[in-house]
């Protein structure tokens, strides 16, 4: 059986940049406090737990005045820093520097809007950590919207300013853009801007070559990974015989009936350690 690791998986830029700023404080001191899970994958979460990363939640901040707190790569919005710079709390700021720059693009727009009473449309999955960052930006007053097809929150007649959390679909984006435009009265003000990470945009016509050339596709993701279920779901379509994995103990046997080469892939929240190990327990099956 041909085994192949897909050479363009694993994690992004930004992943990368946050656990190395992590990986450092602990061999410094040991210990740091992480303000929700440093990646949605929970097999590197438990990793880097071992080693002396506790994660937190923002009530139980509050009580970690003069402690070190990393913020990771989705960012975090106006409040946070408020709060540790109330409790003495020493920050290690990992947010990612695509996601920086679009936090202040939101920003500048959310000041133009509230002089002309328009509105900030932001695309994105509610309650997702770097919508919360982006949403932030603007007081907590943007208009989140999760699919193309539902904008009927939307004053078309207002001046409207539309962002994308940065791992989502363009496909979508481009179709939500569309169908904002179809609704929009003659001399509409209404700007889309494109925010969405080449690093995950790019990935996809890549992928979609590599999901091609193998007769089975595991694609390895955390469960609550937003990229991981966008690519993944993009893989399907272009390999119908693609199944999501968290690790090598939700590899089925049943899945590699007749395939000559299995490919192995993951999102930009996936360790490539954690690819390798599915591929050690292919060889194992085969």
Not at 72 to 90: C, F, K, M, V
Not at 93 to 122: F, H, N, W
Not at 147 to 171: G, M, V
Request: charged share 25%.
């Amino acid at each position: 059986m041909d085994i192949r690791i897909d050479d363009n998986a694993g994690y992004c830029f930004g992943v990368v940049k946050a656990i190395g700023a992590a990986e450092e404080e602990l061999r410094r001191d040991g210990s740091l406090y992480c303000l929700g899970d440093i990646v949605h994958n929970s097999a590197e979460v438990e990793r880097l737990s071992q080693k002396g990363l506790h994660v937190i939640d923002h009530d139980t901040m509050r009580h970690l005045g003069g402690k070190k707190v990393l913020i990771r790569a989705h960012g975090e919005p106006p409040s946070t820093y408020r709060t540790a710079d109330e409790l003495g709390i020493h920050l290690v700021d990992a947010t990612c520097p695509i996601v920086l720059a679009l936090q202040s693009r939101i920003k500048r727009g959310y000041e133009e809007m509230k002089e002309c009473g328009g509105q900030v449309v932001i695309f994105g999955r509610p309650g997702h950590a770097e919508v919360i960052g982006l949403n932030g930006q603007t007081d907590g007053t943007a208009i989140i919207v999760s699919n193309p097809d539902e904008i009927d929150a939307i004053d078309f007649c207002r001046p409207i300013r539309l962002y994308s959390q940065t791992t989502k679909s363009r496909e979508d984006y481009m179709r939500l853009t569309a169908n904002i435009q179809k609704r929009l009265p003659a001399g509409a003000d209404f700007t889309a801007y494109d925010t969405i990470c080449n690093s995950v945009a790019g990935r996809t016509k890549a992928l979609a070559a590599f999901a091609r050339e193998v007769d089975v596709l595991l694609f390895v993701a955390g469960a609550n990974s937003s990229n991981g279920h966008y690519l993944y779901e993009y893989c399907r379509s272009v390999q119908p015989r693609t199944y999501l994995v968290g690790g090598a103990d939700d590899v089925r046997r049943e899945w590699l009936q007749g395939a000559a080469s299995i490919g192995i892939s993951g999102a930009t929240s996936t360790p490539r350690w954690l690819m390798e190990e599915v591929a050690v327990q292919l060889r194992v099956m085969s």
